[in-house]
């Protein structure tokens, strides 16, 4: 008896830490899209589109039998990861650029300034309520990010367009998110990142043929990074973050997202060779900082919704 209480206790917890395990895991995988997109040997937008692309084509056999054993989705709903695709697309297009123009570290960090776009899109567009620690988190944050930037620009002037397009990415992300929170009302998580998936494939396409990329010919040492990428960051990531998020609560998991900026610069430095001035960690610090606070108080209003 005592073994099989024994055995019982080592199992449960192996189950309670396996979550942290699938966070840690995912925030790595994803703290790595930033060396992908530097060291393939091709534009950020053609990463973008196959990273999108070959994950898409891994997940059609579970998004198949997905269909099968669920009712059909009504088509009036389709309509949000269309939209959610065409928005991540956008993300995706403006993120890899931004990594041609500005370091690992910035482009990451200002792609995290979500939560702060998010909130601002709930209020100004279905008029949410949103608390007095938010507006000092949002001053907090961008007094953070305007270090970033000012240090990146004091540096080289034309770094200032890489912080700008991560800017923009961070806003469409927020798009996406926005429109997937009501998406996901209609549509199993399943099928609806597939959806996403073929849809933001189609828009990373349209971006690419628009601005004459070469989609072929590239060596294979690139199209191993194509992989990765998509393997990597796109699949492991994105589950990895979505199992802890299914078994852990989300004061946990959202401020542990927030040091992926932070695992970004650190491997930075001994893989791309870039080190943050004194100036942008501080920066960089006060920016996370705000973000927290952003993301904390978001997180309140939503919890206290449901029961208003």
Known sequence: MRATSQQGYNSTMQNKFIPYIALAIGISALSLSA???????????????????????????????????????????????????????FDFAFWNSSLKYTTAANATLLGNTTPLWV??????????????????????????????????FLTHPTLGLGDLMASAAAIFYASYQ???????????????????????????????LLLGSNLANYPPQTWLIFFLT?????????????????????????PTLIGQPILTAVLAIPMLGEIPTPLQWIGGAIALAGIYIVNQSHLQAQEKTPNA
Request: cysteine-free; aromatic content about 14%; charged content about 15%.
């Open 35 to 89: 060396m992908f997109v530097r060291w393939a040997d091709a534009p950020g937008t053609v990463t973008g589109f196959y990273r999108l692309l070959i994950s898409t084509v891994f997940f059609t056999p579970l998004f198949l039998r997905q269909q099968r054993r669920l009712d059909p989705i009504e088509k009036r709903y389709l309509l949000f990861p269309f939209l959610a695709g065409v928005f991540t697309a």
């Open 119 to 152: 909130a601002l899109l709930a209020f100004f567009i279905f008029r949410e309520t949103l608390r007095g620690i938010f507006w000092l988190g949002l001053v907090i944050a961008l007094a953070g990010a305007i270090l970033v930037m000012g240090a990146d």
């Open 178 to 208: 926005v429109v997937t929170q009501r998406g996901r009302k209609h549509i199993d998580p399943l099928r609806y990142i597939w959806l996403v998936g073929v849809s933001a494939t189609a828009g990373m396409l349209v971006i690419n």
């Open 230 to 254: 998509a393997i990597v960051s796109q699949m492991i990531g994105y589950l990895a973050v979505s199992y802890a998020l299914g078994h852990l609560p989300a004061f946990i998991v959202s």
